[in-house]
C-alpha cells in the first residue's frame, strides 16, 4: 500500500494517474507530494549538499513528486520526480514535467479520465499538425479571437493578456474574469477559437505544464510565454508562438502577423507539437527500480 503526503486537497480519493504508477509497487511506499509547509530548516537543506548529507536515511520518504514550480527536496524524499532539466547526471531525479501525468500512455490503457479538460491528451494527435486534426471548415468557423483560461492575472499574465486582448482581442474565462465554472471542461471552449493565450505562471528550470498540449489538442495555436530552451525541451517551437523575452512593441508586431498573415498562421497548424514519441517505460523503471 502506497502512502500519498502532502497532496491537493481531494487527492486521496482522486483517481489520478500518480497513483497508478505507484500501484505496483512490491513494498510500501511513501510519496511526497508538492504542497508541503516550508520551514527555513527546509529550505536550507534543499540548498546545502553538505547538511543535506547529514540527514539519516531514515528520516526520508520514497519520492518527492510535484508539478509545481519547487526545487527538488534532496532533505525528504530518496527519488524526485519532476519538471527540472538540471539534474541530468544525478540517478535519484527523473524529469516528468506536469503535461505528461495527462496522456493516454498506451502502456496504460485503464487510465482515469481527465474531466477538467474533457478527454485524456491522445499522442498520436499531438504527433500531428493542427491541420490534419481539424477541417478548414472548422477552423474558419472559429473566434478571430484569443481564449485566455486562468484564475489569475498575476504577473506577467496581465501584460500578456493586455498586449493579445489589444491587438487581436482575447476573452477571458476563469477566477480572473470572474467566470470561474470549474465543472465545465476547457476543451469546448478553447475549440471556439483560433489562439489561445496560455502563459506559464512562472519560470524554472524545465518548468513546463500541461497548457500548450491543451491548447495545440483543442486546434488554437498556443501563444506561450516560457524559456525557449524549455519549450524545445518537450515541444516543437515551430508549433508554439513564444512571447518570451519580446517587449511590448515586439509582441504587439508578432500578434498583429498571427492576426492578419494567414500564411503566418497557417505555419503554425502544420507542425505538430511533439517530433518524437514519449513513452512511459522509463518512468516505470525509475519507480519500480528496473
Known amino acids: ?5 502532502n497532496f491537493w486537497p481531494g487527492f486521496e480519493q482522486e483517481d489520478h494517474m500518480i497513483r497508478r504508477v505507484f500501484s505496483g509497487a ?4 511513501t510519496v511526497l507530494g508538492p504542497f508541503q509547509p516550508k520551514t527555513g530548516l527546509s529550505e536550507r537543506f534543499n540548498k546545502s549538499p553538505l547538511l543535506n ?30 519538471f527540472w532539466r538540471g539534474f541530468p547526471n544525478r540517478t535519484d531525479v527523473f524529469r516528468f514535467p506536469y503535461w505528461k501525468w495527462y496522456l493516454d500512455w498506451p502502456e496504460m490503457p485503464d487510465l482515469p479520465p481527465y474531466p477538467r479538460f474533457g ?5 498520436d494527435q499531438l504527433m500531428r499538425p493542427i491541420e ?13 479571437n ?14 500578456l493578456y493586455r498586449l493579445t486582448d489589444d491587438m487581436i482581442g482575447c476573452s477571458g474565462f476563469g477566477g480572473a474574469f470572474g467566470k470561474d465554472d470549474r465543472s465545465a471542461p476547457k476543451m469546448p471552449m478553447l475549440q471556439n477559437f483560433r ?8 519560470i524554472g528550470d524545465g518548468y513546463i505544464t500541461e497548457k500548450i498540449p491543451e491548447a495545440f489538442y483543442s486546434g488554437c495555436v498556443p501563444i506561450s510565454w516560457c524559456r525557449p530552451e524549455d519549450l524545445a525541451e518537450d515541444f516543437n517551437p515551430r508549433a508554439v508562438l513564444n512571447l518570451y523575452g519580446l517587449n511590448d512593441d515586439e509582441c504587439l508586431e508578432v500578434l498583429l502577423r498571427l492576426k492578419t498573415d494567414s500564411g503566418f498562421y497557417k505555419s503554425f497548424i502544420r507542425e505538430p ?13 525509475f519507480i519500480h527500480g528496473s
Open 53 to 82: 548529507k547529514l540527514i539519516r536515511r531514515d528520516d526520508k520518504v520514497d519520492f518527492f513528486v510535484t508539478g509545481e514550480n519547487h526545487p527538488p527536496r534532496f532533505a525528504g524524499a530518496h527519488k524526485q520526480i519532476g
Open 119 to 123: 478527454t485524456r491528451l491522445c499522442i
Open 195 to 202: 489562439f489561445s493565450l496560455c502563459p506559464e505562471n512562472s
Open 132 to 144: 490534419a486534426s481539424y477541417s478548414a471548415q472548422q477552423l474558419a468557423r472559429r473566434s478571430v
Open 26 to 29: 512490491h513494498r510500501e511506499l
Open 146 to 159: 484569443a481564449i485566455m483560461l486562468s484564475r489569475h492575472l498575476v504577473r506577467p499574465r496581465k501584460r
Open 1 to 5: 500500500m502506497t502512502k500519498f503526503v
Open 273 to 285: 507539437l511533439l517530433l518524437k514519441k514519449p513513452s512511459l517505460t522509463p518512468l516505470l523503471n
